[in-house]
């Protein structure tokens, strides 16, 4: 065992995190105003960097390790489950629930709008509606969501169900044992869900990221260790490597191939592993370069409004797809590409002030009343 000195969190602790979450919900953008409105053009070999927008799926992975890594900071201090799961849900709930449902609504709206527009009305898929509120719609793909892009939120909440069970098994069990463990029940999940579902529609339902959640609470429990093994001590190292096999593997077999398909559980793993131990590297070493681009103002003020650019970006990249498609608004695709990134970029600013940031005083407040009593 190698000793180190223990993390002691300062007030900029949680700003490469919030790094993070910008980096992610960025990549989620423009995969999608890049798929929308460039439909993944020819790129010349010299550019090929920015072909890997179209990878962005790996995001949402992204987004559960983070999000493991997040709740597990104050199990680290207070070394038991925190606050108790009965709060935990409420606080989960109080974050989540109130900008996801009136995204739902303003799809809803949207969709109905367009078919007025379009003169094509078309029945509401009732059911798609019940799934969608009931936070399933992932696991029912075969409907016409209003916000199918919502499935990510929906799985997400759920590993917010089993996450007082997880942290109560790394009590007693400890870090490695979650991880394996989460490895485990997320191949027995997937192997499942290949079986019900086949792997044709496994890419919504994603029962490997449970893996991923494990791995984000994994690393974040070895990053408050005041000792660590050599080979975490190399987590840098065992990050570049795993990232590495992962482009190599997608060059070689494309994601939207058949095969790439198959191979997304062991693809989204490859990113899990990068990412995890690339956390634990940035939080054990205040002077890793990535750390300090992680924590550069642009992108620490955005991960603040990333919830919100994931959830209303797709709203003003159809409107505007429609918009400057029919109104004459620009001849050029990628003027309209850059249009729209800022567009996306203004609304969520705009969703976020309006929506978003008011729960976030809600929830603080409760903070502060449970800390009082």
Sequence with gaps: MTKTTEIQPGQNYLEYLDGLRAV??????????????LGFPDIPWYLGFVDWIRHGHFAV?????????????????KKKMYPEAKTFYLRRAIRILPPLYITLIIAITSQIAYQILSKNYQKPDIAAIIFSIFLVQDIFPNHSYPAQWLWTVNLEFRL???????????????????????????????AFCAFYASYKSWELCSPWYLFLFTLGIYSCWVSH???????????????????????????????????GVILLPFSDSLLGI???????????????????LLTTKPLTSLGKISFSLYLVHLFFIYWFQIAYRHQDITNNKYVAFIISIFGCLILAFIFFKTVEEPFISLLSKLKSRTVQE
Excluded at 229 to 255: D, V
């Design 24 to 37: 992610a919900a960025l990549w989620v953008m423009l995969y999608h105003a890049y798929l929308i409105l």
């Design 61 to 77: 992975g992204l987004f559960i390790v983070i999000s493991g890594f997040c709740l597990t900071i104050p199990i680290t201090k």
């Design 160 to 190: 917010y169900l089993v996450f007082p069970l997880i942290i109560h098994f790394l009590l007693i069990r400890g870090p490695y044992i979650v991880a394996l463990a989460g490895l485990v029940a997320g191949g027995i999940l997937t």
């Design 225 to 259: 260790k005041p000792k660590i093994s050599s080979i975490e001590e190399n987590s840098h190292y065992i990050s570049i490597f795993t990232f590495i096999i992962l482009i190599i593997l997608c060059k070689l077999i494309p994601i939207s191939s058949k095969l």
């Design 274 to 292: 990068a990412t995890a131990y690339g956390l634990i590297a940035i939080s054990r070493n205040k002077s890793s370069i990535f750390r300090r």
